[in-house]
């Protein structure tokens, strides 16, 4: 009767050992699934906030100018770009599309040096790089919560759960082709 007892035992802790393998692996991926959520959601927040800031920064530099149409016209359709954004890839490419547009409004800034002096566009000027940072910030962060979902994912045991559980492969937030170029800015 002992060795019966024993081996129910043995057979119960291996159980439970298989029960809690199963259990902390796709806890873990579900906590690097939500990280990742999260700091996806940061980069929305940091991006909406600098698409509030745009119309002021619009108006402010159409008081001072009257024949910047075009920029102004460019710079309303990237963030409406923006805005409407779903996917990450999406988001990226607004980004980069909202990013050009304002270097384009900045460039015709410098040609009005009252506008310069003005401090609504000072302070609006200084919210705006202040954002311009928190985005970059949250991106690094972003990026880095992805690296560490998607290799959970696919390296042995995560890969097991990924496949079982259906946890599937992040995207990373990534600069357009051109970002990095300096926009060319033409009058």
């Known amino acids: 009767m002992n060795k019966g007892l024993a081996a ?13 393998f199963f259990v902390g692996g796709y806890n873990s991926l579900v906590r690097k699934q939500t990280v990742v959520e999260q700091k996806a959601s ?15 920064l619009v108006n402010t530099v159409k008081g001072y100018t009257e024949h910047e149409t075009e920029v102004f016209s460019e710079v309303t359709e990237a963030r409406e ?7 990450m890839a999406e988001k ?5 599309e909202v990013s050009g547009a304002l270097n384009k409004l900045i460039a015709v800034a410098e040609n009005y040096p ?22 970059s910030y949250v991106r690094q962060e972003y990026n880095s919560a992805v690296t560490d ?15 079982m559980f259906g946890f599937e492969k992040a995207d990373l937030f990534e600069a357009e082709e051109g970002a990095k170029e300096v926009p060319k800015v033409e009058f």
């Open 42 to 56: 940061d980069i929305d927040t940091q991006l909406q906030r600098r698409a509030d800031l745009i119309p002021n």
């Open 114 to 135: 009252e506008l310069k002096s003005d401090t609504v566009y000072v302070d609006l000027m200084d919210e705006l790089a202040g954002t311009e940072n928190r985005i």
């Open 92 to 96: 990226s490419a607004a980004d980069a």
């Open 81 to 87: 770009h923006l805005m409407a954004a779903n996917t």
């Open 8 to 20: 129910l035992g043995v057979v119960i802790l291996v159980i439970i050992m298989i029960v809690g």
């Open 149 to 163: 979902y998607n290799m959970a994912i696919r390296t042995f045991p995560g890969v097991f759960f990924a496949n």
